[in-house]
């Protein structure tokens, strides 16, 4: 593995990240918002829009990661910048198996998270 390498073979690199809320049957959580505190890369001055301007794709999964109904993209932030929050709002009802959230993106550019956190509260009776 190259660590400088920012491509396979001349496609892009595409990483994401999946992870399971906790479920809460019989009760519905409402997933407000997702906060991911991100590292932005060096992206190139000219190229791909989605080189120049990264961003990052949340979807939702609310069946376990069988369907993904629910997709927001946010930008990642400027070449270099550390300590970027990314937020996602507005994710709307757990399922009754709980949320599949998957964080993911593709372009030519290093980036990192550093920290994601969701906020969760129960959702009315």
């Known amino acids: 593995i190259d660590p400088d390498a920012t491509d396979d073979a001349g496609d892009d690199l595409i990483w994401s990240v999946r992870t399971m809320a906790p ?17 932005a890369g060096r992206a190139p001055v000219d190229g791909d829009a989605e080189d120049v301007s990264p961003e990052m794709i949340l979807k939702v999964s609310r069946d376990g990661g069988n369907t993904w109904p629910v997709s927001q993209r946010r930008s990642i932030g400027l070449t270099g910048q550390r300590n970027k929050d990314v937020i996602f709002r507005s994710l709307g009802l757990s399922g009754r198996i709980g949320t599949t959230l998957e964080l993911s993106m593709s372009a030519a550019v290093g980036s990192g998270i550093v920290s994601a956190v969701a906020e969760m509260g129960a959702a009315a009776p």
């Open 23 to 39: 479920a809460s049957y019989p009760r519905a959580q409402v997933l407000s918002a997702v906060f991911v505190n991100v590292v």
